[in-house]
């Protein structure tokens, strides 16, 4: 008897639970479509991404040698600096899966997507269901947030973490958010840093009680930290600058945010000036949209904050009283076709993401371990493809980068042979790769100018592969 | 039935001054064979190919040998919607004309919700009717901004009706939906409503909460209409979208020509000179109207000086926006006069008033629109076309001027070089000096190389060519130029 009467309160909780969150099914349903999309239309075989080769590069020499020392391949060889958390646990579940590096991470980033976004609906608790339903589907259309979650990066499970570590926090369960806490320098002490000065805010205006042990543990967390680091030889990552159309997706951002979201967030400033909790939110997006021009990578985190501003500045509009009925209701849904058109039309445009699966193709071309010169961008991938490469985005730690940007310069625009050969000798590359986009524009703007030029001249080159996107030359030894 | 006896005065004037602006603008368009502009000629051949496909045209074989087009087809639809109904000459040839005529009722209209004075909301529409730019601009071309202009100061004069009548939101609605959907210049009217919000706010002036909810609603809808339509463009160009993909030269030579000077001849002298006197006496009135009128020409001159209008365009704008404002001025003089003690003064000035319309508005849009007569394709150019299409090969490609592209396709039916679509266009810049290369240098090799280049087989040479880039030299070489077409001059490239 007792035990039917057990199973009817769960059932009824279950069924209450369910009508309460019903509707959030449905974005998570939505947010499942979003974010296996990308992956559903991409035509190519590799996955999208550049920094994302660097992982996936690790991961597979971490799974063969789990202690790394060195990265023969970026820069023709250096000591490894960068934090490598990320690979690491790519390198364990792939190892202990027998997945493949890249399917582990297109698992584990959807998985950490569906929690992040569950995390974040559990840490709006307090607030109306329908705001939350409008935050959280903001948030899944945004651009940012599909990236992180599709295309592998180093950001998405420190996210994640900071997520789980903030709503344990606000559940109050200190100890846990504390274990949690010290998987974070694993993953770049930057992160920490923020999003530890993001708790102290939190734990200064809302549990004051709590504000000093607060800062005593994250000045512990960052000791511990730095001593992670400095044992595994790894730096203070900063990021790559970003121009403010770098955070439009509209405009053609790699991971920005929606045009129609960003709107929203500034017509927000309208209603909410005086409101001074909506203030502190402002601030915290205003702090991370101005460090996000010099930490590319702040973005992703902007991107929660942007879909709460927005969410808050979408709930005003919907739930004031309009004096047209007719204006507020079109306007309310030209709003929701804007924030979807955004998601929708970046998930079709990440179909057209680098790499091609031709370029890889082109790359085994070249024998393993040569010298490559190409433009840094493609560093990555030359890289991937098992060859040393002359330069990646990776600059941080490189103690030549200056002249060797200028070197870069100049063998890409003299016309002077003698300058180049020796350019090309005292590096030892032996091998140059072209695409179409340093053609178009990264580079050179029309045929004939610099290296081009001598490319199809000189007798110093020898011609190993062309087609219509992409060319191998070798270099030839005098 | 309608008692015509009971029409006032003031009404007869109106359809009069319509039906003079109407019946020039006919009297010139009539004359030409074909159009004046080149966007006319592309606007034209891609309406036909929505009669004939029903759909709009995306991979267009002509434009620059072939190449993706963008465009928003809502002028297309429309002008195939009225061909169903009307005959194509009809269409393509008074219809525009009469769109842009309208202009004068709205204007009126918007002027006597500016001043009460009658005869001066006449005068407005009188000098509406012969802006010079607008005069030229639209003569005698499907041009878009035919539709845009009138309808963007509709919307306006419904802004000033809200105060009253709530029931116009509808049109508002419908009217936003058109104009948004026509062209990207349709941004200019949020960017008005922003301004004239802030010169509310500035004056401690409450706004009306149906029209913040407007401005709302448009202001979103032109977004989202702009970033569906030119998606690909955002992307494919960012900001440069702005200028259309429009080679940097060409963009330079738009602002090679705006100066004071160009200003008072382009709008005219009354407008300027009362619209800006107008505007000082609504501030220091405080009236809202002329907040509004003056966000149009605030968001006019920000975007012209921040070179993302063109000037033409912006000028268009600028010159109807002025001539409302500048009854307010006129009224002021007129108030002012009246209260000297000069003979006959309202007399006198009214003839000065006449006087200056026709000088400084009347007689520049009448040379101007003399001058586009003279540039535009006479049937001589045409009989070329007819020769072109009926002599060469299909998927020949004919040179021709970048004005003439266009042209071309429409009455040649055969590949262009480039065109005045710059949009998306493939190596716009490029192509635009490489043509400019072959149209004016000395040396053939050079130009055989470039001509080869674009697999150039024909190339036709009309008199506004020679008249721009002088005669061809090389042309003469008999060796590799065969004059096929005797006037104008079709050579077919045998080397």
Redesign the interface.
Known sequence: MKTVSNECISNQQFIRFYARNSLFFIVLLVAIAMLTLPYVMREQNSPPGDEAYYYYRFANEIKQNPVIQKDELSFGGRDNFMPLGWAYLLAGFSYATGFTVETVSKILLFLLGLGSLILFYLILEGYKQNFKLIITSILILSPSFIYLFTVNNRIAFPIFLSLLIFYFILSEKYLLSFVLSLFMPFFGILNLLLFGIFILFLFYFSKRKHFKKSVLVLVLLLILSSLVNIYLGWSVVGGNELSFLSFISDFGAKYGFSFFAFLLVCFGLLFFWRKKSYILWYSLGSGLFILSFKFDWLIFYLGFVIALLAGLSFFNLYSRKWESNLVGNLTLWILICGLIFSGVSYVHESDNFEPQDQLFTVLEKIPDGSMVFSHYSNGFWIEYANKKAFSDSFFTGISDMDSRMEDSKEIFYSRDLKVTKTILDKYGIDYIFIDQSMKNGKVWNSDGEGLLFLLEISKSFKLVYKDESFSVWEVVSS | MLDLKKVRNETWMLIAIFSLVFLVRLVFTLQMPAFSDDSSFIIQRYTEHISQEGIPLIQDPLSYGGRSVLYSPFLNYLLWILDFFLPSFVVFKILPQLFISSLVILVYFIAKEVNTNETLALLAALLSGFIPIIFVKTLNSISVYSLMIPLLFYLIYIMIRLERD?RL??HF?IGSFILAALHPSSFLLPIALIFYFMFMVSESFSIK??KK??M??L???V??LQ??LY?QA???H??GIIWGNVPMDVVSSYFEEISILNMFYTIGVLPILFGFIGIVLGFYRKKENIFLLSGVIMSTLLLLWLRFLEPDIGLMFLGVALTVVSINGLDFFYNYLLKTKIKNVDRFFSIILIGGILIFSIVPSFVASYNVVQDSPDNNDLEAMQWIRDNTPEDAVVLGDVDEGGFISQYGKRKNVMDTNFLLAPEAS?RFNDLSIILSTKSEAKALELMKKYNIKYVYISDKTIKKYGELVYINDENCFKRMHKQPAVYKILC
């Open positions: 709530n939101i509808l609605v909460t149906v909810e407007i709302f609603f202001i979103f809808l977004l989202l970033f569906l998606k955002f992307l494919q960012g900001w490029q």
